[in-house]
């Protein structure tokens, strides 16, 4: 079995047709990352028209995944791998037709969460500090000597 290399389009939009030995539909998947390095363990589902799941697995070591026998018809190809962004694409299937799908997957934004927690303060006591001036009650009103100077 021979598989002519087909491009993915942006998101939304369907992969390039590729004609291939007489058969049922195959499809071969290669999930790079940006620098091109494969990238094994990528979760990809191919769902069909109304959503349901028609194939589900892993990239393998080399960063592909192949599977045989496929209805033909319109799908789905997500892909999903920690530290991604998911991936997703239309794909047309046709009977005797086998489509080899090369995805480069971007890096998922960094994000960093941090949660402080703070216990109560307990207070272990309290302290004032006065000053108290008493003065006989025989010298109030009167002036005192040196005090008060003219």
Do not use: W
């Not at 091109?36 to 990239?59: H, N």
């Not at 599977?67 to 319109?74: E, Q, R, V, Y």
């Not at 190809?77 to 299937?93: C, I, N, P, R, T």
């Amino acid at each position: 079995m021979s598989y002519a290399s087909a491009k993915t389009k942006p998101q939304g939009q369907a992969c390039q047709r590729v004609q291939g030995q007489q058969g049922s539909a195959n499809i071969f998947i290669v999930v790079t990352d940006p620098d091109g390095a494969v990238v094994p363990g990528a979760r990809i589902a191919l769902l069909d028209k109304s959503g349901k799941t028609r194939f589900s697995g892993k990239t393998d070591g080399a960063g592909t995944l192949m599977k045989s026998d496929l209805p033909a018809g319109d799908y789905t190809l997500k892909v999903a791998v920690s530290g991604f962004k998911e991936h997703s694409d239309a794909l047309q299937l046709e009977h005797s037709k086998n489509v080899q799908v090369n995805l480069k997957l971007s890096l998922a934004a960094a994000s960093v969460s941090v949660e402080v927690f703070a216990s109560p303060v307990e207070v272990v006591g309290t302290y004032s500090t006065s000053v108290t001036v008493t003065a006989p009650p025989s010298s109030i009103g009167r002036s005192q000597p040196g005090l008060m100077r003219q």
